[in-house]
């Protein structure tokens, strides 16, 4: 438990029950049956120096909590549009500054398809609020935001978005996300919008023209771009438009695992020579291969490896996109209306689909067993600090302002 935090729960500051209502959450940790990378004692001791060395950064992650009851609770919940912070188990875990990507395609509160403009800067907007009455994480907008924090001890949070579909052909909407505090926009989420093609579509027309002009404007205003959700040619079209380096932040190779969401290798490398940044995702039942089908932290990092011989150490980094609470019972729950559902529609059952991942429950157990295994597997000191924050933090020097 890090010594910056003093208990603190979302909304405190508030009157449950009264300003707005409570739902029962469940354990930030040890919800499931843990799982631990095993270390002998010196790998324990390096392990600690590297965490209090080292700057751990998710570029992509949900610190959100899902309610307990996901059956009675999760609508009226999300409806709500206030979602709590799992602060206790961030204290808990080796973060030091995460990406939060909030939850808009669940901000559901006027309309059930989410990414509402409205839906979105309340979301934005609340989460700021609940962030700024505590002192233990603090709201990031700079790089030296990020290492200060570090320095305090306490956890520096990010505002990311994955799609640009709210901002609905209103590009100065981009300023504004950027004044809330937005650093990093998604171009699609997984459907198409006025920007280009998502994953989840039968074709791919690429970068619209309005997709460019986006792309523009987010090089002046120093927002950096996110291609996961995009389709392949989307995705490449924003690399080749881009003055600066482009992320992709949650995502595997294609060639270990037959999936929309994995990535190919030509967009891989072409991501990598532009300067970019490739995180490695690790939602249920996102990451698995071929030679290990069942879901882990060993087949994620499987992942990893590929990629980081594919385009070179300095271009590979974590955003293992996960929760605190049920992950695979909020998809379930959202299969109907929500796009999440693009990693399975159209295709068969899987028999290795699993309930949640061994060794990457949540952001404290997922980080805790990333940087146990690059320990395990002796990866240099210097190599470990570029893949767990550096080399992020180094391709944005060049997008933030």
């Given at each position: 438990?890090?010594?910056?935090?003093?208990?603190?729960?979302?909304?405190?500051?508030?009157?449950?029950?009264?300003?707005?209502?409570?739902?029962k959450m469940p354990?930030?940790?040890?919800?499931?049956?843990?799982?631990?990378?095993?270390?002998?004692?010196?790998?324990?001791?390096?392990?600690?120096?590297?965490?209090?060395?080292?700057?751990?950064?998710?570029?992509?992650?949900?610190?959100?909590?899902?309610?307990?009851?996901?059956?009675?609770?999760?609508?009226?919940?999300?409806?709500?549009?206030?979602?709590?912070?799992?602060?206790?188990?961030?204290?808990?875990?080796?973060?030091?500054?995460?990406?939060?990507?909030?939850?808009?395609?669940?901000?559901?509160?006027?309309?059930?398809?989410?990414?509402?403009?409205?839906?979105?800067?309340?979301?934005?907007?609340?989460?700021?609020?609940?962030?700024?009455?505590?002192?233990?994480?603090?709201?990031?907008?700079?790089?030296?935001?990020?290492?200060?924090?570090?320095?305090?001890?306490?956890?520096?949070?990010?505002?990311?978005?994955?799609?640009?579909?709210?901002?609905?052909?209103?590009?100065?909407?981009?300023?504004?996300?950027?004044?809330?505090?937005?650093?990093?926009?998604?171009?699609?989420?997984?459907?198409?919008?006025?920007?280009?093609?998502?994953?989840?579509?039968?074709?791919?027309?690429?970068?619209?023209?309005?997709?460019?002009?986006?792309?523009?404007?987010?090089?002046?205003?120093?927002?950096?771009?996110?291609?996961?959700?995009?389709?392949?040619?989307?995705?490449?079209?924003?690399?080749?438009?881009?003055?600066?380096?482009?992320?992709?932040?949650?995502?595997?190779?294609?060639?270990?695992?037959?999936?929309?969401?994995?990535?190919?290798?030509?967009?891989?490398?072409?991501?990598?020579?532009?300067?970019?940044?490739?995180?490695?995702?690790?939602?249920?039942?996102?990451?698995?291969?071929?030679?290990?089908?069942?879901?882990?932290?060993?087949?994620?990092?499987?992942?990893?490896?590929y990629i980081k011989?594919?385009?070179?150490?300095?271009?590979?980094?974590?955003?293992?996109?996960?929760?605190?609470?049920?992950h695979v019972g909020?998809?379930?729950?959202?299969?109907?209306?929500?796009?999440?559902?693009?990693?399975?529609?159209?295709?068969?059952?899987?028999?290795?689909?699993?309930?949640?991942?061994?060794?990457?429950?949540?952001?404290?157990?997922?980080?805790?067993?990333?940087?146990?295994?690059?320990?395990?597997?002796?990866?240099?000191?210097?190599?470990?600090?570029?893949?767990?924050?550096?080399?992020?933090?180094?391709?944005?020097?060049?997008?933030?302002?």
């Amino acid at each position: 438990m890090r010594s910056a935090y003093k208990g603190y729960t979302s909304y405190q500051y508030l009157e449950a029950g009264r300003d707005y209502r409570y739902y029962k959450m469940p354990p930030e940790t040890n919800r499931v049956a843990p799982y631990q990378i095993p270390l002998a004692p010196q790998e324990e001791e390096r392990l600690r120096k590297i965490a209090q060395e080292c700057i751990v950064l998710s570029v992509h992650e949900h610190p959100d909590i899902m309610p307990e009851n996901l059956e009675r609770d999760l609508i009226p919940y999300e409806k709500q549009g206030r979602e709590n912070t799992g602060f206790y188990g961030l204290a808990n875990s080796y973060l030091d500054c995460l990406f939060d990507n909030m939850m808009d395609g669940t901000c559901i509160m006027s309309s059930d398809a989410g990414w509402k403009w409205n839906d979105v800067i309340h979301d934005v907007g609340i989460r700021a609020c609940d962030i700024a009455h505590q002192d233990f994480v603090v709201q990031a907008r700079s790089i030296a935001d990020i290492r200060q924090a570090k320095k305090e001890g306490k956890v520096a949070w990010v505002v990311a978005l994955e799609s640009t579909g709210m901002i609905d052909g209103d590009i100065d909407r981009i300023e504004v996300l950027y004044g809330f505090g937005v650093r990093m926009l998604g171009i699609t989420y997984s459907e198409s919008n006025g920007l280009g093609s998502g994953i989840r579509e039968p074709g791919d027309g690429g970068l619209t023209v309005f997709g460019r002009q986006c792309v523009e404007r987010m090089n002046k205003i120093g927002m950096a771009i996110d291609t996961t959700h995009s389709g392949e040619k989307t995705a490449m079209d924003t690399i080749k438009y881009s003055k600066q380096p482009v992320f992709i932040t949650h995502t595997g190779a294609r060639k270990l695992w037959e999936r929309r969401g994995l990535k190919s290798d030509d967009l891989l490398k072409a991501c990598a020579d532009k300067g970019g940044v490739i995180g490695i995702g690790a939602p249920p039942n996102a990451t698995p291969t071929w030679s290990r089908p069942r879901h882990t932290i060993e087949s994620t990092m499987e992942h990893f490896e590929y990629i980081k011989d594919l385009v070179g150490v300095d271009h590979v980094a974590f955003g293992p996109d996960t929760l605190f609470g049920d992950h695979v019972g909020m998809y379930d729950y959202f299969l109907a209306n929500f796009s999440m559902a693009q990693n399975t529609a159209g295709a068969p059952a899987d028999p290795n689909r699993l309930a949640y991942v061994e060794g990457a429950e949540n952001p404290v157990e997922v980080w805790d067993n990333i940087l146990r295994w690059l320990v395990k597997h002796n990866y240099s000191d210097e190599d470990i600090r570029k893949v767990v924050g550096e080399n992020v933090l180094r391709t944005l020097e060049h997008i933030w302002v």
